[in-house]
């Protein structure tokens, strides 16, 4: 019987646990299909360790993130369910009236929320199913791999987490629902519905002094934080601005009804048309009573949005260089931090490194290919061709004595730090052999003059002025006029980011006079086309390595395949490796950004909807009262739908201008100095916020409207 009576009110109370069961659907769904993200790597053909160990990091950053996400789920279930027992107050009172013990009456509850429990789990468990097969084909396109040989993937992981987590939750609601019930007296539940929440108002004008101060404290927070740009977090300047923005966003809330009231109350005739008295007061009073939510709302929104604009943003940040960054199959690095001259200025414990360094890259006039060859490379094996390219600094002329840097546009550390900054030398001929080996066309420097070569966004401005400069630039003690006023784009190494920028090609005798002074190449790269397909090229490579610069004891014990040193090779790079990490931060970062995202967003819509639920419930005696006064449904549905419309889109509309400028803060900060563009991924958040957002405020607007023409109608 007690089973057949749970199955009858969840029937009966449909519209109730619509919003309820709709988020629990949402997050079991959500739940599941980010949890078994690792499990796709078997639609994969996965060649390398460096993709297989992006699914497991990836696999372990959510599960992690997951913790969180189950606790915030969690909390939002504890929260939705006190809304639903308090709706059915007078219910269970009247249960008690005829007879039914307390106790059977909580394990009607108990009941009722175990079912409802299962359904949810078992419908969000298949809708996650169906939606992990989607998210395998975002991540083909993350990585660039066909899905050629697809097949359904179920994760027993995933599932058995999502079970073993939202098991534990439904208990926990279970419990809290038993003992909610079990401690409520027949007296306070029969009048439950003739109970009518007091009208909570403040002195309007003293409101608007504090909605004022909130206004100039919210100004401050930006105007710290738009100054200071990014900081670490644990700067104070940082600090100070997120406390401001907390301080701001509660005192907004706190004064935000009273404030509307004063301006209202201005306008006689606005004020006093229709049910706006009504309506505003109700808002009004509901606002005062839950600013801190509101407050705690606009937070999580306001992280929310920042969060998924951001974090599409910097997928954008790992995809756009990545063509530019394998043009190459592979390359070694080679560094000589130090001067020759310089060295007897070191630090004693670094004079005898640095000096073999030194010592072994001149021995062998610093050609890596030949040196790594005497000691077995063969690369006529596998590599069809290999280019090398040396960087060097001229010690005595830095950006700022040719440029003015301050003018660049740059922040003030910034600039200061490019004009201290040596001027980056290449010869003409190793630049020319990487542009043949790309199919570009050689640049003409002449016998006096130079190009300029950048790669990073940042040194745009830097690198025009160079072109565009009608002086001369004094380099090993000969003058040179820039030969074209264009900037070129050449990349000289397989990279994921570039950070070449403003580097002048000069021809090959300023280089060789740069040499005859006692300069070294403070860095090397040796770039190599395989004459085989990238799998074989970079095993072979990475054979050939190992065999030339074997690893000692300890490298060995931690799995380096090779010994690393400041010359010939201080690291690798392939661009397998490249496309494989660029893929692997793309999905990871997109993953988290949608997961975490999705969920504050369903988290923080369905506590507005539920609070907005609860004040409809509270007011049927205010609805029916305006029924009987002769108020038609029509003018209610309008009061309730502009009280929904307010309670949604407050705190919405001050998380949007939070992150406005977080978001531009970010922009100015990380995205343009890398030519990356955040209009997409705004976009994208403002498509996401108004199809989830939006999808619950109707809800809330439908069920809201339910339940008071229901009561209105019993009345009559």
Not at 140 to 166: H, K
Not at 677 to 690: D, F, H
């Amino acid at each position: 019987m007690r089973a057949k009576l749970a199955v009858r009110n969840i029937k009966r109370s449909i519209k109730d646990y619509a919003i309820y069961f709709i988020t629990l659907v949402f997050g079991v769904a959500v739940f599941y299909a980010f949890n078994s993200i690792q499990s796709q790597s078997v639609l994969f053909d996965l060649k390398d360790e460096a993709t297989e160990s992006i699914f497991i990091m990836t696999g372990q950053f959510l599960g992690i993130f997951s913790v969180f996400i189950a606790c915030v789920l969690g909390f939002l279930i504890i929260y939705a369910n006190r809304f639903l027992i308090r709706r059915r107050k007078h219910e269970f009172g009247i249960y008690l009236t005829l007879g039914m013990k307390p106790s059977t009456v909580s394990q009607i509850v108990l009941l009722e929320t175990l079912l409802v429990g299962v359904v949810s789990l078992a419908i969000g468990l298949a809708v996650g199913i169906a939606l992990s097969q989607g998210l395998s084909f975002v991540t083909a396109a993350l990585f660039s791999i066909p899905m050629e040989r697809y097949q359904f993937v179920f994760s027993g992981d995933a599932c058995a987490l999502t079970l073993i987590c939202f098991a534990v939750i439904y208990l926990v609601v279970a419990l809290f629902n038993t003992f909610t019930v079990g401690r409520y007296k027949l007296i306070d539940l029969l009048s439950a519905r003739f109970k009518n929440e007091k009208l909570k108002m403040r002195n309007p004008w003293v409101s608007f002094v504090l909605f004022v101060a909130s206004v100039v404290i919210l100004a401050a927070a930006y105007v710290l934080l738009i100054q200071n740009g990014l900081v670490m977090l644990d700067d104070p300047k940082f600090l100070w601005a997120t406390v401001l923005m907390v301080v701001g966003t509660t005192l907004f809330f706190y004064s935000l009804a009273g404030f509307a009231i004063a301006m209202l109350q201005r306008s006689k005739r606005l004020y006093y048309r229709g049910l706006a008295t009504f309506t505003v007061r109700q808002i009004a009073s509901k606002i005062n009573t839950a600013f801190v939510s509101l407050s705690v709302v606009c937070v999580m929104l306001f992280f929310s949005i920042t969060v998924f604009s951001c974090g599409m943003g910097m997928v954008e940040v790992f995809t756009s260089g990545v063509e530019t960054g394998t043009r190459y199959d592979a390359t070694l690095t080679a560094n000589v931090f130090w001067d020759s001259q310089g060295v007897e200025d070191m630090d004693p414990e670094f004079q005898e490194d640095a000096k073999r360094v030194i010592e072994l890259a001149e021995k062998n006039d610093f050609d890596i290919r030949s040196y790594l060859a005497s000691l077995g490379v063969d690369w006529d094996s596998f590599a069809e061709k290999t280019m090398q390219i040396d960087i060097y600094q001229e010690p005595l002329l830095t950006y700022g004595q040719i440029v003015d840097t301050d003018a660049l546009g740059l922040a003030q550390d910034r600039a200061a730090m490019v004009a201290d900054t040596p001027v980056q030398i290449i010869g003409a001929s190793q630049f020319n052999a990487l542009r043949e080996a790309t199919g570009e066309k050689p640049v003409d420097v002449g016998a006096h003059g130079y190009v300029v070569n950048n790669l990073a966004q940042s040194g745009t401005e830097l690198s025009e002025q160079l072109a565009a400069l009608e002086g001369s630039v004094t380099v090993a003690g000969v003058e040179l006029a820039s030969a074209s006023d264009r900037v070129y784009s050449q990349p000289l190494d397989v990279h994921a980011f570039s950070s070449d920028a403003a580097q002048l090609v000069v021809p090959d005798e300023i280089v060789d006079a740069l040499r005859s002074q006692g300069a070294v190449p403070y860095m090397s790269y040796l770039d190599i086309d395989y004459g085989v397909d990238r799998t074989a090229g970079d095993a072979a490579l990475m054979e050939a390595l190992g065999k030339a610069l074997p690893p000692d004891e300890n490298r060995a014990r931690s799995s380096f395949s090779y010994q690393s040193d400041s010359w010939p090779v201080s690291m690798s790079f392939t661009a397998n490796e490249v496309l494989a990490q660029s893929g692997g931060m793309r999905m990871l970062i997109t993953y988290l950004a949608l997961y975490i995202g999705f969920v504050f967003l369903i988290t923080t819509a369905a506590v507005l909807a539920i609070q907005q639920l609860s004040e409809a419930s509270d007011s049927l005696e205010r609805y029916r009262l305006l029924s009987k006064l002769g108020c038609d449904r029509k003018m209610m549905g309008r009061s309730l739908l502009t009280q929904v419309l307010v309670y949604f889109l407050a705190p919405l509309g001050l998380a949007i201008c939070h992150s406005v400028c977080a978001i531009g803060v970010m922009s100015s900060a990380l995205f343009d100095s890398i030519g990356v563009s955040i209009a997409g991924p705004t976009g994208m958040t403002v498509l996401l916020v108004v199809a989830v957002y939006g999808s619950y405020l109707l809800l809330t607007y439908g069920a809201a409207r339910g339940i008071i023409g229901q009561a209105v109608d019993s009345r009559r």
